[in-house]
């Protein structure tokens, strides 16, 4: 009886009511949760809008205004972002941030990768961990404390400088060349300063990745014949894409951002060979007053960044494992 009801009622099409004991949630309860739930985000979102998105929208103002900080702004259009590329100052720190970004990104992600490449080919984890420690402890160290001892280790003379220490094995004069403060050597040495840097954080991210690697697939590729440079970029570069990723985004970032170790080691001397755009927003803004050349200079290192982060990650992470 009960079953011919509900093939009766299905027949029909009727609704066949339900004993679960609950009824759905109506719509209008959900659209209550719904704004609830933005409730919630309300005070990260005011506090993105005034310490990121208000500051943005004031210096692309600035930008077009000729401003020293005191006395009223005045109106002058685009001429601040021409001056970005005809200016050969600043289109010299343009020049020295892409020599950076070598030292600081490409140059370091290469070698990580080459080191951990040979670890994994050899198996040679053990005791690693020391290793890790000293790598990235320049990470975790104050940069200016890191540019301080640089400059001593890199002075003319010194006990402990590289001069001083070639002297005292009779391998050099007294008073040797200074490697920060010479023309053609003040923007490598800085790059190598950075490399040094970088590389510990590199190194950190591609042996936790390299960790993670079935080891069949490297046995599978050695069975096959390939050999060191095969499996490099057969196996590791494919399995460590996430990481490469996440190395140069953080390293592009680094390299563009490199103010306070040239502003200790440097200033952006001798002359302007070390000059950054960081370093000259920094010094248009608050030495100069030239406001709005920082804000637009400023602005454009900003979506470099950006450009630069975004198509990388967009590359790597593309087929990411």
């Known amino acids: 009886m009960a079953s011919s009801s509900v093939s009766a009622l299905k027949t029909t099409g009727a609704a066949i009511p339900t004993t679960s004991g609950s009824a759905p949630p109506r719509r209008g309860a959900k659209k209550r949760r719904n704004r609830s739930g933005y409730l919630y985000l309300l005070p990260g979102v005011a506090l993105l809008a005034v310490f990121i998105v208000y500051p943005l929208v004031r210096a692309g103002v600035y930008s077009l205004d000729t401003w020293n900080g ?3 702004a005045h109106y002058i259009g685009a001429y601040n972002w021409e001056q970005i590329f005809e200016n050969p100052i600043e289109r010299g720190s343009l020049v020295n941030a892409a020599i950076l970004f070598a030292f600081y990104a490409l140059i370091p ?10 670890l994994s080919r050899f198996n040679r984890y053990r005791g690693i961990g020391i290793f890790r420690v000293i790598f ?7 940069t200016v404390v890191i540019a301080i ?33 010479d023309f053609s050597t003040a ?135």
């Open 149 to 181: 001892v640089w400059t001593w280790i890199l002075a003319p003379i010194g006990s402990g400088s590289i001069n001083g220490i070639l002297h005292d094995l009779h391998l050099g004069p007294a008073v040797g060349p200074a490697y920060l403060g």
């Open 187 to 321: 923007l490598l040495f800085i790059g190598l300063i950075g490399l040094w840097i970088q590389f510990g954080l590199c190194f950190v991210l591609f042996l936790s990745g390299v960790q993670r690697i079935p080891p069949e697939l490297y046995d599978a590729a050695r069975i096959d014949g390939a050999g060191l440079v095969r499996e490099f970029v057969s196996v590791t570069v494919p399995m460590l894409r996430r990481e490469i990723g996440a190395a140069i985004t953080i390293s592009v970032v680094a390299s563009l951002q490199s103010f306070p170790l040239i502003y200790q080691a440097t200033d952006g001397g001798p002359g302007t060979s070390t000059t950054t755009p960081g370093l000259l927003v920094y010094k248009n803004a608050f030495q100069l007053g030239q406001v709005g050349t920082a804000s637009a200079l400023g602005i454009g290192l900003a979506v470099v960044v950006f450009a630069l982060t975004f198509g990388v990650r967009a590359i790597l992470e593309r087929r990411a494992v």
């Open 70 to 72: 005191v006395a009223p």
């Open 109 to 118: 992600v290469v070698l990580g990768l080459g080191v951990v490449s040979l």
């Open 136 to 142: 990235f402890l320049p990470q975790v160290t104050v």
